[in-house]
């Protein structure tokens, strides 16, 4: 049996509740002889800052480093809002994604066909969807330099954050976007502001360079950022794969998030470059919501789009996609069982907690493998 080594950073909020239903997962895979799963666990976040001062700890860092992949929940909330910028929550998942390298994150939004009703769209609008965005993750407004807030003495500060893109970041995210087409419905929508951002006319121009040079036979198109959102939520089926830059991405995967019911149903993958002797990647699985200050500790949380990530991580680290497939068929069976977290519940439809979901995908994983 194939057996991997992980780092789980369950995080804040949500974070624990969600990773909880996965660690059973890796027990299930591990009990039915598919791989077996050597685990260390480590805080991060505002429960990192809490016990050590910072979001996360240099030795944690080594542990990503040296770990197949890491499994990570969700960080923030309230209780850190008044810490300072360096340390805040989000400060120790942004730096996993530098130091990692993990350029590359890919944000499935797929709209299960029983939860058609739970989208805040018509049913044939979302029914059968499947986009793939390609978020750019280690560069753009997010890390450019300068990025700071000066006093200019007269009663008024001066906030920066700099949008900086190379050739070499465009490239190699354009790069997965038409590689993953390929394998899909071989279209790729490129979106950026090239009508007002020196980024956006760059990367409208790498990208068709590298279509044209490495990807003809793709159909490639354009559309201007905020055309896509609305393009989105008008006729969503019309998209494949979308690439796009750090903070378009951010955007553009919460919008698509509610064509598939929920911010609770959409997992992701962020992966760093492949290793050219070894072929491996360093990867953090992450679902794309936060840590739902909202509903935390009581229970209620989806666990989905974070058994979704762990899926992701079968199929893109672990090779394991048939184990993926029987992960993604157990989800689709329980949902069209009628099983709703109440994220996902038509109005009057009854729900169940983060647990009873985990144990309904468990039980349906049995049934599925016999
Ligand atoms: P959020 O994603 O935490 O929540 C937005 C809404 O979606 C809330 O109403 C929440 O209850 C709901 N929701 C999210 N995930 C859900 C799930 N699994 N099941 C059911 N409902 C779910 O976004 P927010 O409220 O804007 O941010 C809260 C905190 O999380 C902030 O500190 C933010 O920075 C942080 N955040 C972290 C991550 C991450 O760790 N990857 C991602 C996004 C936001
Ligand atoms: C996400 C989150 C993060 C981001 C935050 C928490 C830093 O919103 O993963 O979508 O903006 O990338
Ligand atoms: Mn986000």
């Known amino acids: 049996m194939p057996s991997f080594k992980l780092l789980l950073l369950p995080g804040d909020g949500i974070g624990p509740e969600v990773m909880a239903e996965v660690k059973r997962l890796l027990a299930w895979f591990e009990k039915r002889g598919i791989a077996a799963f050597d685990y260390d666990e480590r805080l991060v976040g505002g429960s990192s800052y809490d016990a050590d001062g910072v979001a996360i700890t240099d030795s944690t860092m080594d542990l990503a480093h040296a770990a197949d992949a890491v499994l990570f929940g969700a960080v923030g909330g309230p209780k850190w809002d008044g810490v300072p910028y360096e340390v805040r929550p989000e400060a120790g998942l942004l730096r996993l994604r530098k130091d990692l390298g993990l350029f590359a994150n890919l944000r499935p939004a797929i709209c299960y066909p029983a939860l058609a009703e739970s989208s805040s769209l018509k049913r044939d ?16 407004v997010y890390f450019g ?42 279209k790729v929508t490129s979106t950026e502001k090239r009508n ?20 003809p036979d793709v159909e490639l198109e354009h559309q201007l950022a905020d055309a896509c959102g609305m393009q989105l939520v008008r006729r969503p089926k019309q998209f494949d794969v979308i690439v ?21 149903m959409l ?3 962020s992966l ?17 919501h936060g840590s739902a200050p909202d509903i935390a500790g009581k229970g209620l949380a989806n666990p989905l789009a974070m058994i979704g990530s762990f899926g992701m991580a079968l199929r893109y680290s672990f090779n394991l996609s048939d184990a993926a497939d029987l992960l993604d068929q157990a989800t689709a069976n329980v949902l069209a069982k009628g099983l709703r977290t109440g994220d996902i519940a038509a109005p009057g439809q009854a729900t169940v907690g983060t647990t009873a ?14």
Request: negative net charge.
């Open 125 to 140: 609008l979302v029914e059968g969807l499947d986009i793939m965005i390609v978020r750019e993750l280690t560069g753009g």
């Open 145 to 186: 330099e300068p990025k700071t807030i000066t006093d200019l003495g007269n009663g008024q500060k001066r906030a920066i954050d700099s949008q900086v893109y190379d050739t070499y970041e465009i490239e190699r995210i354009a790069r997965v976007a038409f590689d993953l087409a390929r394998k899909r419905r071989n």
């Open 196 to 215: 007002v951002m020196k980024s956006g006319v760059l990367w409208n121009e790498v990208v068709t360079a590298v279509h044209k040079r490495e990807y």
């Open 244 to 264: 796009c830059d750090n903070l378009f991405g951010d955007m553009l995967s919460d919008i698509a998030a509610m064509l598939t019911g929920s911010l609770g």
């Open 267 to 269: 997992p992701s993958a």
């Open 272 to 288: 760093g470059e492949a290793n050219p002797a070894t072929g491996k990647r360093k990867a953090m699985y992450e679902p794309v």
């Open 357 to 370: 979901m985990g144990d309904a995908i468990l039980a349906e994983l049995d049934a599925l493998a016999g």
